[in-house]
């Protein structure tokens, strides 16, 4: 009797002693960083939309990574290559909005460590039209992939209007709480600025994280469906005209 009483406690204390070691060590585990949510949140959007809409028509998926045009990554910079600067991209991306419609402007233009994004505009009805990226060496300005593509109903489509007088259903502020909600489970602590632009069939916002920009995402104006815009990688720097 006393040996299965001794058997019991040895047993319990192994238990205990486990417990105790699993417990600590869960403590000295550093939690997740907005930073590493952020990254997984952008993996797993990938592969959940790695049938993206090509400039060239059809589908690409993962390996679309500087092959297309207005794409650059980073193994894809030639060598002594030298970076554009943000005025001379807005040069370049100005002249290609006047070669879709002399109405057309560019409103905004951001830098990102793979390519530049911008914003263009329709200077009469003031509404925005379609969004551009721009190869920050070579200068290729091409249309952007997934909502501009997706999503747009006067300018997107690869070219065919589908409702030029397309108005989203949601409203901004509605749509700034669908893309906050995704990034308050998927990112807890990045925000959604809500000043974005209401293109024909959606939205587009910036989010940061800690004060700074950290990447852009679109909302669906009628379903809500929310896209990261993954390709884009570290901001740096962004001016309106």
Not at 74 to 91: C, F, H, K, S, Y
């Amino acid at each position: 009797m006393k040996e299965k009483i001794i058997g019991i406690i040895v047993v319990v204390a192994a238990i205990a002693i486990g417990i105790g070691g699993a417990y600590a060590l869960s403590r000295r585990m550093p939690t997740a960083t907005v930073a590493d949510r952020l990254q997984k949140f952008q993996d797993n959007q990938v592969l959940r939309d790695r049938e993206v809409q090509s400039p060239r028509g059809g589908m690409m998926g993962r390996g679309f990574r500087g092959q297309m045009p207005g794409y650059r990554f980073d193994d894809g910079v030639p060598a002594n290559a030298v970076r554009l600067t943000i005025d001379e991209v807005q040069a370049k991306a100005e002249e290609y909005a006047v070669s879709v419609g002399a109405n057309l402007h560019v409103a905004e233009v951001m830098e990102f460590s793979n390519n530049f994004y911008a914003v263009v505009v329709e200077t009469d009805s003031k509404k925005a039209a379609f969004e551009l990226l721009i190869d920050p060496y070579s200068g290729q300005v091409s249309p952007e992939m997934g909502a501009n593509m997706m999503w747009n109903q006067k300018y997107g489509r690869m070219g065919a209007v589908t409702n030029p007088v397309a108005t989203n259903t949601l409203t901004m502020t509605e749509a700034v709480a669908k893309a906050q909600a995704v990034l308050d489970k998927e990112v807890p602590g990045a925000v959604v600025q809500s000043n974005g632009f209401d293109f024909y069939g959606y939205y587009s916002f910036d989010y940061e994280v800690n004060g700074t920009v950290a990447g852009m995402l679109s909302v669906n104006g009628n379903t809500g469906q929310v896209i990261l815009h993954f390709w884009h990688n570290t901001f740096i720097s962004e001016k309106e005209f």
